[in-house]
């Protein structure tokens, strides 16, 4: 059960054993935030910063929860309010952050392999809070434990991952984990937003969502990410929503016991229609709760107990 | 070169009779048994605690709700640098505000375990009383905690393991004296 890692950088560097950590670890600690006191002492003393160069209150926030329910002192660092604006390289920010003595960067970067780089010259333990369009591992790692509470296994499970594929990190790092675990993961969008090369990652793809749901046991939609589509990538929102939205019509092809996820934020009636995104099915709300759990666990895994040996 | 077991102290029999006698202290300096609460410590605590409120039904007649602590977010000794402790559930589904607490654990030493378990409980809510069962007393304290019940007071040099099995997860009830691999005698 060890989890000998240095940094959570995405979900390819696990191994199914270490995303099985991380999970029971993240359900042990879940029962603290629905105490009185939502507080234990174990990373009393570290510093972590909260190193956010892209828009986010959902993943921002989840994690600076989970730093305080463990003790740890967070500090949020935004694009817009530092001295990014001035000119400062991302290389002189970590730097400069690092000569005051923290212990943690949660990053997120519209630069895809971003905290990679960070990782290769700065001292600290680096968590990828979203890198561009490459990995999202704790949203990933929060949607496997919703479904685990949802479904209890893995194993032949089919997981249908419905939107904008080419430019979701979501999508990306979901597909890596879930393939870990066992279970039939099946891609669908336009043809413009799912690339064949998924195929070498061991997904399914279909272009045609009302095929795609029947039997599904979890369907996860996906935003329209309208600002990282530097060109046009399909005719128009109408014509999206007709093909690819979730509808009450369209969940009726799944399976009866089908959960509804989505990462958000959602697009009310764009991908998701208001009854589908709302109705007992969805756990998207269950998913925003168990992403401080996730990120309790990530923070304890990698930050608590004393130095030991890092494999990696 | 194996660890080796120096002595065994305690048989089924003899743990069934610490247990009798312990039971009925803890009966007999609780007059509201209604107020009290156990808690045990993970992992063999918890068995203890479940044997205690089982022997306080069989005596008395009456329930005591037993919840279950894990410290490993409040310890402060991690004792092998190379393991990573495993985090599990507390549950404690029940309040512990102005309830007598009984914390149970299975070997007292150094003290710390204790000394986190308490501030844990403390983070939980505010107990009447907390009071101490462990089931070895084997000396050794670095802080300035005593148990209110013991099973046995086990005088041991501190290279030395105390084990305590039992039966829910060993398949039998006993207390052994280990000799950890590698050290000398003295």
Excluded: W
Aim: hydrophobic share 40%; glycine share 4%; proline share 3%.
């Amino acid at each position: 059960m060890a989890f000998n890692h240095k940094h959570l950088l995405g979900i390819q560097s696990l191994s199914a054993q270490d995303i099985r950590t991380i999970l029971d670890t993240a359900e042990s600690l879940s029962e603290i935030s629905s105490r009185e006191v939502k507080k234990v002492p174990i990373l009393r003393g570290k510093t972590i910063i909260n190193l956010f160069y892209e828009a986010s209150t959902r993943t921002r926030s989840s994690f600076e929860l989970a730093a305080k329910r463990l003790s740890a002192d967070i500090s949020n660092f935004s694009k817009a309010t530092s001295a990014v604006v001035k000119g400062e390289t991302l290389k002189d920010t970590i730097l400069n952050l690092e000569a005051m003595n923290i212990d943690a960067i949660i990053m997120r970067h519209a630069s895809s392999g971003s905290p990679h780089f960070v990782s290769s010259f700065c001292s600290s333990h680096v968590i990828n809070a979203g890198d561009g369009t490459h990995e999202h591992p704790t949203q990933a790692l929060l949607d496997a434990l919703t479904i685990q509470q949802e479904k209890q296994t893995f194993k032949d499970l089919k997981v249908v991952i419905v939107g904008d594929i080419l430019h979701s990190r979501v999508a990306r790092s979901d597909l890596y984990l879930l393939k870990k675990l066992g279970a039939k993961v099946v891609l669908v969008g336009p043809p413009s937003l799912v690339p064949p090369a998924f195929k070498k990652y061991g997904a399914q793809i279909d272009y045609n969502f009302d095929r795609a749901i029947e039997d599904a046991d979890v369907v996860m939609m996906l935003r329209i990410q309208l600002e990282r589509q530097k060109r046009i990538y399909f005719p128009s929102l109408s014509e999206y929503h007709e093909l690819f939205s979730l509808t009450p019509q369209r969940f009726s092809r799944a399976k009866h016991d089908a959960i509804i996820m989505h990462p958000g934020p959602i697009n009310r009636d764009v991908e998701i229609s208001t009854d589908m995104a709302d109705s007992a099915k969805s756990v998207i709300l269950k998913q925003v709760e168990n992403g401080i759990a996730v990120r309790m666990a990530v923070l304890y895994l990698l930050l608590g107990g004393k130095e030991r040996e890092i494999t990696d | 070169m194996e660890d080796k077991v120096k002595a065994k102290i305690m048989d089924s029999r003899k743990i069934k009779r610490s247990f009798h006698r312990m039971t009925h202290e803890i009966i007999e300096r609780n007059r509201d048994l209604n107020n009290l609460v156990i808690v045990g410590v993970r992992t063999r605590g918890v068995f203890i605690a479940h044997r205690i409120q089982g022997l306080i039904q069989e005596f008395e007649g009456i329930e005591i709700p037993v919840g279950v602590l894990d410290i490993t977010l409040y310890r402060d000794d991690f004792s092998d640098p190379t393991e990573q402790h495993i985090v599990k559930k507390t549950e404690i589904d029940f309040s512990i505000d102005k309830r007598d607490v009984l914390l149970v654990d299975d070997v007292l030493f150094t003290g710390r375990t204790i000394r986190a378990a308490m501030d844990s409980l403390i983070d939980l809510g505010r107990p009447k009383s907390i009071q101490l069962l462990v089931f070895i007393d084997r000396g050794h304290r670095e802080l300035p905690i005593r148990a209110d019940y013991v099973g046995k007071f086990l005088p041991t040099s501190r290279r030395e393991r105390v084990k305590l099995q039992m039966k829910e997860i060993d398949n039998k009830d006993e207390v052994l004296i280990i000799e950890p691999a590698g050290t000398k005698q003295e």
